[in-house]
T-cell receptor, first 114, second 116 residues
Framework: GAVVSQHPSRVICKSGTSVKIECRSL??????MFWYRQFPKKSLMLMAT?????????EQGVEKDKFLINHASLTLSTLTVTSAHPEDSSFYIC??????????FGPGTRLTVT | AQTVTQSQPEMSVQEAETVTLSCTYD???????LFWYKQPPSRQMILVIR??????QNATENRFSVNFQKAAKSFSLKISDSQLGDAAMYFC?????????????FGKGTKLSVKP
């Protein structure tokens, strides 16, 4: 089956610093990748959709200057949380679409901002 | 706008028994996909089962089956012979049929507990 990896799985950073999360599709090319945020005991909230080679499309209410998304290749998308604050602490999940409906999820990254 | 509703925040089932998780959705589109995803404590999202709206036959995957009622916009998941490993959050999701466009619309989830 299709595998999507995320790195790091956990990260702790200080308030004001930036942190980058990588999402890779290991055995398929993904023209579209998605970034989600999940609060404890809540559903997944779509943050943005990224297509390889073009700018990401952000959902309403998501600050594009704070959450920088780059989809540089068909197998890699990155999410950079800039000037992180404690309220940015959350579980971030990426997903990669292989074909029309097949969407595979990474294992997630737990971000803690102190 | 499309919405997905899971009316059961929590469910419990005895090991080896059968449980049904409910999901309803609202859409004006005629062609779409419906999914059930499982999220165990590891937080890894796992696809359980998929249904294409144009197919009348209900999808099945081993112990997992769905009851798809298109007119009623209902998409329930039945888990037979429940196992301890089935304990997880289950999310119902909808996606339009339009090629590479569109993203998954998730329900709020149902937490399933399995009692030994």
């Amino acid at each position: 089956g299709a595998v999507v990896s995320q790195h790091p799985s956990r990260v702790i950073c200080k308030s004001g610093t930036s942190v980058k999360i990588e999402c890779r599709s290991l055995d398929f090319q993904a023209t579209t990748m998605f970034w989600y945020r999940q609060f404890p005991k809540k559903s997944l909230m779509l943050m943005a959709t990224s297509n390889e080679g073009s700018k990401a499309t952000y959902e309403q209410g998501v600050e594009k200057d704070k959450f920088l998304i780059n989809h540089a290749s068909l197998t890699l998308s990155t999410l950079t949380v800039t000037s992180a604050h404690p309220e940015d602490s959350s579980f971030y999940i990426c997903s990669a679409r292989r074909e029309r409906y097949e969407q595979y999820f990474g294992p997630g990254t737990r971000l803690t901002v102190t | 706008a499309q919405t997905v509703t899971q009316s059961q925040p929590e469910m419990s089932v005895q090991e080896a028994e059968t449980v049904t998780l409910s999901c309803t959705y609202d859409t004006s589109e005629s062609d779409y996909y419906l999914f059930w995803y499982k999220q165990p404590p590891s937080r890894q999202m796992i696809l359980v089962i998929r249904q294409e709206a144009y197919k009348q036959q209900n999808a099945t995957e081993n112990r997992f089956s769905v009851n798809f009622q298109k007119a009623a916009k209902s998409f329930s998941l039945k888990i037979s012979d429940s196992q301890l490993g089935d304990a997880a959050m289950y999310f119902c999701a909808w996606k339009n049929y339009g090629g590479s466009q569109g993203n998954l619309i998730f329900g709020k989830g149902t937490k399933l507990s399995v009692k030994p």
